[in-house]
């Protein structure tokens, strides 16, 4: 189990920019699939975005707009948001796995470590 501490949330106006950290207690995030979730109020955890050995996944909403950079020395990921709107807005929570699949993991399911959270919030 990887304990994970996300930062990096708080307050944006619309079409700005923010990037969060994920940083995970293993001494290396290599061997680790990690990906970024978010929930709105009221609403589903959504998946945003995978990082996994064989690739990058993306959910269609954040296309073009998110990155997910990891650096894995650092045992750190990031979620690069750009050009963000108040549909952004929600708790944003990171999540890892040590990968023994070939596929990229979209669930929730999937991932049995979470962080706590970070709130980003988009003002229109």
């Known amino acids: 189990q990887v304990q994970l501490v996300e930062s990096g949330g708080g307050l944006v106006q619309t079409g700005g920019s923010l990037r969060l950290s994920c940083a995970a207690s293993?001494?290396?995030?290599?061997?680790?699939?990690m990906a970024w979730f978010r929930q709105a109020p009221g609403m589903e955890r959504d998946f945003v975005a995978a990082?996994?050995?064989?690739?990058?996944r993306y959910a269609d909403f954040v296309k073009g707009r998110f990155t997910i950079p990891r650096d894995n020395a650092k045992s750190t990921m990031y979620l690069q948001m750009n050009n963000l709107t108040p549909d952004d807005t929600g708790v944003y929570y990171c999540?890892?796995?040590?990968?023994?699949?070939?596929?990229?993991?979209?669930?929730?399911?999937?991932?049995?470590?979470w962080g706590q959270g970070t709130q980003v919030t988009v003002s229109s």
């Open positions: 999540a890892a796995v040590v990968e023994s699949r070939r596929n990229i993991r979209t669930k929730k399911s999937d991932y049995p470590d």
């Open positions: 293993a001494r290396t995030t290599i061997g680790y699939s």
């Open positions: 990082i996994h050995w064989s690739g990058i």
